[in-house]
């Protein structure tokens, strides 16, 4: 979003459903999640100085998206958005 949160954060809105899992495979689409947050990071100060605030909208989210993930990419995912306090 282009204006950050009241903490000065970054926000990423990450929608699942809105990918058709027959046409889009989900390692595709959560690289392509992970090149989106690194650049918003790098391309402004604000990201790196307070942080980044990731929301994932999982509605409309169907089985044949979920079984396109492996558990190893399960927890690289969790790992990756995990909350640092």
Request: charged fraction near 25%.
């Amino acid at each position: 979003m282009p204006v950050p949160d009241k903490k000065g954060r970054l926000i990423t809105i990450i929608r699942t459903a809105i990918a058709d899992p027959k046409k889009h495979n989900i390692a595709d689409l959560m690289k392509n999640n992970y090149l989106h947050m690194e650049t918003s990071l790098l391309s402004q100060d604000r990201g790196v100085i307070a942080g980044e605030v990731v929301i994932l909208d999982v509605k409309g989210t169907t089985l044949d998206h979920m079984t396109q993930m492996t558990p190893s990419m399960a927890k690289k995912s969790i790992v990756t958005y995990q909350v640092d306090p």
